[in-house]
């Protein structure tokens, strides 16, 4: 899933300075997940953004609306009545939720509320981390599902390399070297062979950005 | 606005029905008084507190509130009170970054027959909220 971090509040409060009637928009996929632009999270940001404009002595009116994704035209569509009410739209999407809303409310000042961070999974409560980088040229089959483009701090495809220490990386001795954890596994597998196969450099251009898939559906 | 000297905060205090109302009660049978500003709204587990409740609570003129729970090991529905101790330093993150003071959002625990302890922590949060003034957020404050 697309994890996403709120921006700071003085920052939001930046953006939308001189409005005096907005709409957040939280989105009900990823960033629910991920704590960052939910339901929840829209009605706290509101909050906060009241709070502080009354205590700066501001008018500030918000509308609260979360939809199911962002990033579905569709879906976006039907905030048309709200969005009609405001003078701005503030997103708490990932960035892929920002741009439809903007492309389907061309006069309308969208802004986004989250910066995006990056494809991953949660480790622990509250705890999300890397793990793909959408390169468009999948490894997992020859690392035992362990991606060392994202994982490897050098990205490397043929590791591990000599700052390998005792199972953790030298950049980091919090972390986990992800080679060590590639040897590992393919050892549990009985694949190791895989690890003495030379890996030539990756095609860089697998995906030409922006990207674009075209598909039928199955 | 009110004048310094005569302010008398408005204090919500969220009180668990395991604990802390039935503390406030027996405060009462005991004839143990404490400050009137004190509004007391019953809940079923200091765990049903939400961030939100809290915040809505500020936005409509508080100038502090309080969670009261029961003690750590003894919640009934067995963490309810670290849930609501989690949420409350969450609201004081949340408050600070809009320039209110966290310390005006404080959670206590205690037990049902500890009147006189609801009397000092309601006297006590009420003086502390009085040295830091009406809430910034209150129309001409």
Not at chain 1, 52 to 78: F, H, M, P, Y
Not at chain 1, 94 to 122: H, K, R, S, W
């Amino acid at each position: 899933m697309i994890v996403a971090e709120r921006k700071p509040l003085e920052d939001i409060r930046e953006m939308i300075a001189g409005y005096k009637k907005i709409l957040i928009v939280g989105c009900g996929t990823c960033v629910t997940i991920c704590w960052a632009g939910g339901e929840k999270e829209v009605a706290v940001l509101s909050s906060q953004l009241r709070l502080a404009s009354k205590k700066d002595g501001n008018e500030l009116e918000i509308l609260e609306a979360t939809i199911e994704r962002q990033c579905e035209k569709e879906l976006v569509e039907a905030l048309k009545d709200k969005v009609q009410q405001v003078e701005a739209v503030l997103s708490m999407g990932c960035g892929a939720g920002v741009q439809p809303i903007a492309e389907i409310f061309p006069d309308m000042p969208v802004y986004p509320a989250l910066n995006t961070t990056f494809v991953g999974m949660p480790e622990g409560e509250g705890v999300w981390v890397e793990t793909c980088r959408a390169c468009g040229d999948c490894f997992l089959d020859k690392t035992g599902g362990i991606c060392p483009i994202v994982r490897c701090a050098k990205g490397l495809l043929n590791g591990p390399c000599g700052g390998t220490n005792n199972g953790k990386c030298e950049i980091d001795s919090e972390k986990d070297c992800a080679w060590t954890l590639i040897y590992r596994r393919l050892e549990q597998q009985g694949r190791l062979d895989a690890m003495r196969k030379y890996y030539p450099p990756r095609n860089f251009q697998a995906v030409i950005r922006p990207g674009k898939v075209e598909t039928l559906p199955a | 606005m009110k004048a310094k000297g005569a302010f008398l905060p408005d204090i919500v205090a969220f009180c668990c029905a395991q604990s802390a109302y039935q503390a406030a009660d027996t405060a009462g049978s005991m004839r143990i008084t404490y400050p009137e500003n004190i509004r007391v709204i019953r809940v079923p587990c200091a765990g049903r507190v939400d961030v939100l409740h809290i915040l809505r609570a500020f936005e409509k003129g508080a100038d502090g509130v309080l969670v009261l729970g029961c003690h750590e090991e003894a919640c009934r529905h067995l963490s309810g009170n670290i849930r609501a101790k989690n949420r409350v330093q969450r609201v004081n993150t949340l408050l600070q970054e809009v320039g209110i003071d966290g310390k005006r959002v404080e959670m206590f625990t205690l037990a049902p027959n500890q009147g006189s302890r609801f009397a000092r922590i309601a006297n006590e949060v009420n003086e502390r909220i009085k040295e830091l003034g009406p809430s910034p957020v209150k129309s001409g404050a």
